[in-house]
């Protein structure tokens, strides 16, 4: 069973950038799709961004398509999602998880061992 832990995240203002990672332990992670998501209080829990395992392929969600970027670097089992010109509304808890079919899929649904999820706040 694989473990996810998420780091990165903290208080930024309006515009500004932070780079969140996701750590994998307990198996490789080099064989399968990653993928973040994220949750506002009272919301539901949306994709921001996933990554096949090579690398080449990834997708975005509409509200962060040209400011977030996802990588990975499966020598250190470690995906990162770089997110620049940060707005109010990113303000969420983010979360990685792994998906086990070897496809790349935007739904949370077809996502499993999920982390604990960090903290990202946008200030106005």
């Known amino acids: 069973q694989v473990q996810l832990v998420e780091s990165g995240g903290g208080l930024v203002q309006t515009g500004g950038s932070l780079r969140l990672s996701c750590a994998a332990s307990?198996?490789?992670?080099?064989?399968?799709?990653m993928g973040w998501f994220r949750q506002a209080p009272g919301k539901e829990r949306e994709f921001v961004a996933a990554i096949n395992w090579s690398g080449r392929i990834t997708y975005y969600g509409d509200s962060v398509q040209g400011r977030f970027t996802v990588s990975r670097v499966n020598a250190k089992n470690t995906v990162y999602l770089q997110m620049n010109s940060l707005k109010p509304e990113d303000t969420a808890v983010y979360y990685c998880?792994?998906?086990?079919?070897?496809?790349?899929?935007?739904?949370?649904?077809?996502?499993?061992?999920w982390g604990q999820g960090t903290q990202v706040t946008v200030s106005s």
């Open positions: 307990g198996r490789t992670i080099s064989n399968y799709a």
């Open positions: 998880a792994i998906s086990p079919d070897g496809s790349t899929p935007i739904s949370k649904n077809r996502y499993e061992s």
